[in-house]
Every structure is written in structure tokens, then in C-alpha cells.
């Protein structure tokens, strides 16, 4: 199949070593739609699960060193969602998990409809904030 079909019909033209996809199946189970990219020594996976978008960087051992994850408001934690409450209205959330250590990065816009990006602890501690 030639590059055109492959980007028409959504299929990545470059396939990860078998150790990286058994990674992906196993620690990801049901994954759809999955597009591989290499960028260094890394292997990155896009994909959908439970109708959310992933992103998934794995070592060339089929480590998985990051993933990201996008999110709806309905899903972010309560505590996440009640320290952003007084900031304005939630956008866009990812949560990030690298290293097990869990940060959510949220665009919030306010009501002079000025939008900011947020990153915070799995705690809901506001770490950065910067207006877009």
C-alpha cells in the first residue's frame, strides 16, 4: 500500500519493534486507531481507549516512560475541578503521568474571556500559571 493509502485509511507507516507493541497491548488493553511516530530513542503511540485520546512514549525496551491523556471536565478529580472553580471555565485537560508522578495541564478561559493554562499537582496545588 502505497504512503497516500496508508495516511487515507489512518495507518501508520512505520511499525515499533514486537516488544513495544506487546507494552502497548498490555498496559493499554482495547486500544483503537493507534498512529506510531520515533522521535529519538523513543517510541510514541497516539491512540484512543474508552473514547479518550492517549499519547504513550515507550524506551526502545518497551518501557512506557510517559503518557498523556486527554480529559473532560466531568473527568478531572473533585479537588482538581474545586481549586479551578473561581479561575472561569474549564476548556481542555490533560493528565500527564511521567515517572508515576501525576500532573493535570487545564486551560481555563475567564469571564473577560481571556484563557490561561494551568498545570497542577495530582492534589489540585496550582504549580504554574500562564495566560495564554
Known sequence: MNNFLKKLFNQSPFVPPELVLHQLSEKFPGV???????????FEAIFYKDQLEYIALFSKDGELTEYKMSLSEELL?????????SKGEIMNAVLTNKGN????????????????????????????????
Open 32 to 42: 483503537i486507531n493507534v498512529e506510531w511516530n520515533k522521535s529519538g530513542n523513543q
Open 77 to 85: 478529580p473533585a479537588q482538581i475541578k474545586q481549586n479551578l472553580i
Open 101 to 132: 508522578a501525576i500532573t493535570y495541564e487545564v486551560i481555563i478561559r475567564d469571564n473577560k474571556l481571556i484563557r490561561y493554562v494551568l498545570l497542577l499537582n495530582e492534589t489540585g496545588n496550582i504549580l504554574q500559571e500562564k495566560k495564554l
